[in-house]
Nanobody
């Protein structure tokens, strides 16, 4: 199983990035997909999730700015991030969840928002 995240980078406040997480080795369309972020010294935070049927949920701080989506044909989940702020700076990870005992993490991608 491999989850390969990409799309991170450095942007100025107000900018946008689109993260991608390509999955292999799993039956992608039966997994809930999640994006987390982590800042050194802080707990990992669930940012957004999307169910197998496409229902989405977001942490309050990103509502209206971030959009999670999935392409089951491409085995990929996306996180469109707009109006980025310095507090969005973190390493972003994707996770595939089938049930609490069956989940897989991908390597993170760094997002830095700074002027």
């Amino acid at each position: 199983v491999q989850l390969q995240a990409s799309g991170g980078g450095s942007v100025q406040p107000g900018g946008s990035l689109r993260l991608s997480c390509a999955a292999s080795g799993i039956l992608f369309n039966i997994y809930v997909m999640e994006w987390y972020r982590q800042v050194p010294g802080k707990q990992r935070e669930l940012v957004a999730s999307i169910t197998t049927s496409g229902s989405t949920a977001y942490v309050e701080s990103v509502k209206g700015r971030f959009t999670i989506s999935r392409d089951n044909a491409e085995n990929t989940v996306y996180l469109q991030m707009n109006s980025l702020q310095p507090e969005d700076t973190a390493v972003y990870h994707c996770k595939a969840v089938r049930n609490p005992g069956l989940e897989f993490w991908g390597r993170g991608t760094q997002v830095t928002v700074s002027s």
